[in-house]
């Protein structure tokens, strides 16, 4: 008999785990509280604008082989696009200084040999000094471990571990952003070609996974949400939705959690999970963006962290942004416009605009918050953890949702095997 595997949440996770159990050969359900599939990866339509946005500006590197395989498996890979070298520019809007740092398309980081190709005004021993990152451990202060001063820091280290952590990278888990630069600047420029889904996260990450699923006879259902576990005998037994809704397990079924930190230690209440958290604040103006420019900027100096360029729409991402939260929309908003009038080389008017404000959008990826972690597995044999916030060894990122929700399968599979 065919065994289920319910997934509970729609976000990247919980996709990620259900195509990789139903290319597996379970049949799969997955259940979300919302209305729609991709938690805090998402697209909408935005009146405002008059725009398809994405809730969050979401970077992928060549290198995150969870990613794009599973990208690969609904069949939109080929929606992850970018530069063909990984070239990343960078512009100080307050000195008005532009650069390009271009990690080439190799696979050791040669770049930092060649002047033309690293950090103005940086030398070699300035990122040896980064070395300690590589084997600290998670329980260490990134601001124990490198300087975190000068020339490099100001313009690479800091808005790279900013972005990757959403903390004050001093206060970041040591651990946690090793685990990134080895992922990235050491593998050298084939891992670190940066990647947009230009069309919108929805319709390459979220909305093919749905219809791969729905199109092979598995189920996704909105607006169900988990209320409570029936257990007995060490395992999951039954999902209560409420009132009547419950759906009891089969001998073989299985339960992947895939569902943000606060909602999984109410269903299990026992569960240590992160307790603090951090913004992330995202503007989107309808603007044409100049000729030629690039896909993703660096901005040193201003409110404003990275600069997006989309078709019709200027996109920027802004970390750690919890001072953001409570500002007046239209004052930050003009702010954030001001900015990039400068990084852009544009001017004119504020146009069109929306403010999205996640306030929990990340677990504050400290050491302290980092131990809070779970892994994938439980107290309950059938039931498994999935999330960018589990014990992944990477930040809250999309790599690490994949990784968790491909784990999450991984270890459904093997208890399966005698």
């Known amino acids: 008999m065919q065994k289920t595997a319910h997934i509970i949440g729609a976000g990247i996770s919980g996709l990620s785990a259900a195509v990789r159990l139903a290319n597996a050969g379970f049949k799969v359900a997955v259940h979300e509280a919302t ?41 939109t890979e080929a929606g992850l696009v970018g530069p063909e070298r990984a070239q990343f520019p960078f512009v100080d809007i307050k000195t008005g200084q532009r650069w390009q740092i271009d990690l080439g398309d190799g696979r050791l980081p ?52 900013l972005a990757a952590l959403n903390v004050d990278p001093p206060e970041g888990s040591a651990g946690l952003a090793g685990a990134i630069v080895r992922e990235t600047l050491l593998a050298g420029g084939q891992a670190c070609r940066p990647l947009i889904a230009r069309d ?12 791969f699923l729905q199109e092979r006879g598995h189920t996704v259902q909105l607006g169900h949400e988990l209320r409570s576990f029936t257990t007995g005998d060490g395992k999951a037994s039954a999902l209560n939705f409420g009132g009547e809704d419950v759906i009891q397990l089969g001998e073989g079924d299985v339960v992947v959690m895939a569902v943000p930190p606060r909602a999984a230690a109410s269903l299990l ?29 660096g901005v040193i100096g201003g409110v404003v962290e990275w600069l997006f360029a989309f078709p019709n729409r200027l996109s920027v991402t802004i ?5 953001l939260v409570d500002m007046p929309r239209e004052e930050l908003a003009q702010a954030i ?15 069109p605009w929306q403010i999205v404000r ?37 930040p809250a990122t999309i790599e ?6 491909d784990r999450a399968a991984d270890l459904v599979l093997a208890a399966k095997r005698p």
């Open 200 to 211: 919108g996260l929805s319709a390459v990450l979220i909305e093919p996974a749905v219809k």
């Open 269 to 297: 209440p026992r569960l240590k999970t992160p307790t603090e958290f951090r913004a992330i604040v995202n503007a989107h103006f309808r603007f044409e963006p100049p000729p030629g420019s690039a896909p993703i900027l």
């Open 110 to 161: 040669t770049w930092v040999l060649d002047e033309s190709r690293r950090v103005p005004d940086t030398g070699l021993s300035d990122y040896l000094k980064l070395a300690p990152l590589i084997w600290a451990s998670e329980e260490t202060l990134v601001g124990k471990s490198i300087p975190c001063e000068g020339i490099l820091y100001q313009r690479l280290v800091q808005p790279l571990l």
């Open 35 to 75: 209305h729609q599939a991709g938690g805090r990866c998402r697209s909408y339509f935005d009146g405002a604008t008059n725009l398809t946005i994405d809730n969050g500006n979401h970077l992928l590197l060549s290198g995150n082989s969870h990613a794009r395989a599973y990208a690969r498996s609904i069949g």
């Open 358 to 394: 996640e306030r929990r959008a990340t677990f504050a990826a400290t050491p302290a918050q980092n131990a809070l972690r779970p892994g994938p597995a439980t107290a309950l044999k059938n039931l498994f953890l999935a999330g960018d916030w589990t014990a992944t060894g990477l």
């Open 337 to 351: 416009w001001n900015d990039v009038c400068k990084a852009g080389g544009v001017s004119g008017e504020l146009p």
């Open 400 to 405: 690490g949702s994949v990784r968790s929700g």
């Open 319 to 323: 970390s750690n942004g919890d001072r």
